[in-house]
């Protein structure tokens, strides 16, 4: 969900911002970046997966000398973990290692209070566009064919289609 409450899936790999403050700035005027490595795992057209995280930037050096990076193979003894709720600036994130019932592993990535920024965020989840990465591929788009045939034949097909 971003800023303004929209929902949405991420439906495309690769590297992602969810988060970046201000909006539009470069690695060295960051206050906060996050980085992330989406990747589609369980087969084609799968649910997309955190696999990295990258956290940076001013607030994220006063957390820890140049930023923190999280990865699903990381082992969780002697790691620097914020698996409860951590202060950046006026934010507080979290990032929680996870699995599926499959086993495949993940990361989730939390954020609170992007409206005391003090700044434009930038980001899926602040002012940016998610509609593109929101948008699945071509081979993964849901479609549905009505059938030929009399009228009754379509109605009853859409019936079932909308069901």
């Known amino acids: 969900m971003n800023i303004h409450g929209e929902r949405f899936d991420l439906m495309k790999p690769g590297k992602v911002v969810p988060v970046q403050i201000p909006r539009g700035s470069s690695a060295d005027d960051s206050l906060l970046t996050v980085e992330a490595d989406a990747r589609q795992l369980g087969g084609s057209c799968a649910d997309m997966y955190f696999q990295m995280l990258n956290i940076t930037g001013a607030w994220a050096d006063k957390v820890r000398a140049g930023g923190i990076t999280f990865t699903t193979r990381e082992a969780r003894e002697g790691t620097f973990q914020i698996s409860s709720w951590t202060k950046?600036?006026?934010?507080?994130?979290?990032?929680?290692?996870?699995?599926?019932?499959?086993?495949?592993?993940?990361?989730?990535?939390?954020?609170?209070?992007?409206?005391?920024?003090?700044?434009?965020?930038?980001?899926?989840f602040g002012e940016d566009d998610h509609v593109d990465a929101a948008t699945p591929g071509e081979g993964c788009k849901k479609t549905m064919a009505l059938s030929k045939g009399s009228s009754s034949d379509a109605i009853a097909s859409e019936a079932i289609g909308l069901m």
């Open 88 to 124: 950046f600036g006026p934010l507080e994130l979290k990032v929680a290692h996870g699995h599926t019932h499959e086993g495949i592993k993940h990361l989730n990535f939390y954020v609170k209070h992007l409206g005391l920024a003090g700044a434009v965020v930038g980001g899926l």
